[in-house]
């Protein structure tokens, strides 16, 4: 087993320094920095307020973590090669099981119900597509029509009768532990009144991170990082991998890819159960009905921006969790603000293309950002329902125009039957 | 038993074995969950009475429509997952087009209708253009386009509606009643049974939809395609053109699926219209094969389910949600028994193939003996 991975390992390094255009080493912090950067210098120029404050941050590592789960289900099992439209259902699932298990047994149980809900849903997913062969596009649609219906007969079977339950809710459920270093969070908050340009915006994001930190924020945290480890620096990850690549390649080197792929999609489902759970647990106190909304979907979105990277799949589920919160938060002025950084980026980007040579590319760009900066300067505030919207238009705008630069595994959505590599 | 007749059992023999396998499945579920398992079949499979009736073939002619929508996707291989924001969409530019009442009578209801195929075409075209010239998965796409339509449709509906007084819901203007498609009655009771007006237009699209691939040189084309792209390439047809063609095609049908509600029952596109029309659409789909009186025996199945789930909570006390267990159950379990059936009559095939293949070079034997 040892040889075709070292086999395989060698070739990496080769393959990886020929490519010229090769992200820095810590580009994910300085994509951060400079995102506050810019946003301090959008707070200054447009006097919106709530861009950065610590309650912002607060809100949006609450928004972005089920988001960031939700993708870290698809990386798992599209790194497999098997795509999982189903981790809405499995989602939905997990919420169910956060609020079931969580009114019974506690808070921690709440935790593994949803990730054993989920798992359960993956479990599906897993017979339907890895063993029998079905359509992973079809599965997922049933598996999210079953999960819809599952939990609505379940949630009436289990709540009806119990305080505060009902047909559409749980009764409430208990919170995890959170964290909060009182000295430090003051003394943050003093930098964070101050307004010092960029200093009070690092101070603000510092104190959303030692203030009222949910345990399972670090956890979600961990787990991103636990499966970068797992799939990008071990033997494991790298056979798993290539049963999304080239299964027939990886079980000729006697790789048992049919283990790998369920293995990889029961993981799956239980990471997109526990976003469930964090939704009924952290984002709000109890199971409810349609309590997803679509997260499952994001989820996917934020990984296909993420180009089926962690470090991709956080910034893309920062980006849509950040939106969300600013317009949960009423913020119509915070995202007008963000129209007009929108519009200066995307002229820039659109410069940048014109120098590619790529015109067709850079006028629609450029359109695009004159548009935003005109419509910045004609309306009052964004309606709620267009910033419920960005997510899933700057994914159809990022694939539309990188969809070049992105690369999802080779055989992602192929059907492999055991034997196939002859 | 010949070819052609074995051909005809496997292909019923799919279906059923998926039926059988849905049902065991949904009392298992009853079972472990503790329900009373008789009295839920019983419920379920009672024989529909009066309003039922037509409760059923309403809401199938609306299934029909979202199933043919998803079928014309399918026999290209193209996953439309996005009939659903389509129809909605398409549904509410109707609405705010009839209720305007531009034009006199039926021409309004004209206009509506070819106003919801051009919108629902619009919005699944949108990913054609993405797939054929960017290359961009239209399941990815057409799930995107969903949700921004529900905000696009919620924010124009809240720019084009008008309170009920005395109520919270928004709805667009009442189309007027010379628009109105009328509903027919098909038993003069009591009770009098009346069944949406619009069954006739998805009748007369079924057909048109069973025609046109089958029997013209696009339809040809576009299964073709569906087929193997390679192969159609090599016989001059245009993938790209074929691409956005289906899609159209797809998004057009599923405009339609919202309108025997708009046009029969709702007569405007309020903030309750009904939603997930679409999703339901693909099962009905797959479950009739994307064959025309398949789909339409499938979306039969569906309405009978649901209307006769309804009682459930009130005669048993079960969630009448078990039917979306099995329904979702039934998507799984077809798609895995026409594979198994499929399977199954190649291995048949192959060994009639070789029995007489063997017979004949007996016969070639026995003839050089001789």
């Known amino acids: ?422 | 038993m010949s070819g052609r007749t074995l051909k005809f059992v496997l292909a019923l023999t799919a279906p059923v074995l998926a039926l059988i396998a849905a049902f065991a499945i949904t009392s298992l579920v009853l079972i472990v969950a503790g329900d009373p398992v008789i009295e839920v079949w019983d419920q379920l499979l009672s024989i529909p009475q009066g309003r039922n009736v037509g409760n059923i073939i309403d809401n199938a002619t609306v299934l029909y429509l979202s199933g043919l929508a998803a079928a014309v996707g399918f026999r290209m291989n193209l996953f439309n997952i996005g009939v659903d924001g389509q129809y909605r969409i398409a549904a509410f530019v109707a609405a705010v087009v009839a209720g305007e009442a531009w034009l006199p009578g039926y021409l309004n209801t004209a206009l509506a209708v070819v106003c919801a195929m051009a919108v629902g075409a619009l919005w699944a075209g949108i990913a054609g253009v993405l797939r054929a010239t960017r290359g961009v998965s239209e399941v990815i796409s057409t799930i995107m386009l969903n949700f921004i339509a529900t905000g696009l449709v919620a924010y124009l509906l809240r720019k084009a509606a008008v309170r009920e007084p005395g109520s919270n819901v928004i709805g667009t203007k009442e189309i007027p009643e010379g628009s109105r498609i009328p509903n027919f009655t098909i038993s003069e009771g009591p009770p009098v049974v009346h069944v949406y007006g619009f069954l006739v237009i998805a009748i007369l699209v079924g057909f048109l939809y069973w025609f046109v691939l089958n029997k013209t040189r696009f339809g040809f084309d576009l299964r073709a395609t569906g087929s193997s792209t390679t192969a159609a390439v090599a016989s001059g047809i245009s993938v790209k053109k074929m691409t956005i063609a289906a899609m159209l095609l797809s998004g057009a049908v599923a405009g339609l699926v919202g309108l025997p509600i708009l046009l029969g029952s709702s007569y405007a596109y309020g903030s309750t219209f009904q939603s997930g029309l679409g999703f339901a659409g693909i099962a009905i789909a797959l479950l009739g094969r994307n064959h025309a009186v398949g789909v339409a025996v499938g979306a039969l199945l569906f309405a009978y389910l649901n209307e006769q789930s309804n009682p459930l909570q009130i005669v048993v006390g079960v969630s009448p949600q078990i039917v979306a267990i099995t329904q979702g159950v039934i998507v799984l379990t077809v798609v895995v028994s026409y594979e198994l059936v499929r399977r199954y009559g190649v291995r048949l095939e192959q060994q009639l193939v070789a029995r007489a293949l063997e017979q004949e070079r007996e016969q070639d034997k026995k003839e050089a003996t001789a």
Request: aromatic letters at 8%; a positive charge; one cysteine or more.
């Open chain 1, 1 to 422: 087993m040892s040889v075709p991975a070292t086999a395989t390992e060698a070739k990496a390094p080769n393959g990886a320094t020929s490519s010229a255009r090769r992200l820095p080493r810590f580009w994910l912090l300085y994509a951060a920095l400079s995102a506050v950067l810019l946003l301090s210098v959008l707070q200054l120029v447009t006097g919106a307020t709530d861009l950065t404050s610590s309650g912002t941050i607060s809100a949006t590592l609450i928004a972005t973590m089920p988001i960031m789960l939700a993708g870290l289900g698809g990386l798992w099992s599209e790194r497999a090669g098997i795509v999982n439209i189903g981790l809405e259902g499995m989602m939905v699932l997990g919420t169910y099981g956060a609020g079931y298990f969580g009114y019974h047994y506690g808070a921690w149980a709440a935790v593994l119900g949803a990730i054993l809900m989920g798992t359960l849903g993956g479990l599906v997913h897993a017979v339907a597509t890895v063993i029998f062969g079905v359509d992973h596009i079809i599965s997922g649609v049933a598996i999210n029509i079953i999960a819809f219906g599952a939990v609505q007969y379940l949630a009436s079977l289990t709540f009806v009768g119990l305080p505060g339950g009902g047909t559409t809710q749980s009764p409430k459920i208990p919170d995890v532990p959170a964290l909060t270093i009182d000295p430090l969070s003051d003394a943050l908050f003093d930098v964070e009144k101050k307004d010092v340009f960029f200093v009070s915006e690092i101070a603000a994001i510092l104190r959303a991170l030692v203030d009222n930190l949910s345990s399972l924020v670090i956890i979600s945290l961990l787990l991103l990082v636990v499966t970068w480890y797992l799939l990008w620096r071990t033997s494991f990850g790298l056979r798993l991998r290539a049963c999304g690549e080239s299964p027939s390649a990886a079980e000729s080197l006697g790789v048992k890819v049919l283990r790998y792929k369920f293995a990889a999609v029961l993981i799956s489902g239980g990471l997109a159960g526990l976003a469930g759970g964090f939704l009924a647990i952290v984002a709000s106190s109890n199971y409810r009905d349609g309590q997803t909304g679509g997260r499952g979907y994001i989820g996917l979105a934020a990984m296909i921006f993420g180009n089926w990277r962690p470090g991709g799949l956080l910034a893309g589920s920062g980006l849509f969790g950040y939106t969300q919160s600013l317009g949960l938060r009423g913020g119509g002025d915070s995202v007008k603000a963000l129209l007009l950084a929108a519009a200066v980026l995307a002229i820039a980007a659109a410069f940048l293309q014109a120098r590619r040579g790529s015109r067709v590319a850079s006028g629609l760009i450029a359109a695009v950002g004159v548009l935003l900066g005109v419509t910045y300067f004609l309306i009052d505030s964004v309606p709620g329902d267009f910033s419920g919207m960005t997510p899933y238009v700057i994914t159809l705008l990022v694939l539309a125009f990188a969809s070049q630069r992105l690369r999802m595994p080779a055989a992602d959505g192929q059907i492999y039957r055991k034997g196939s590599a002859g």
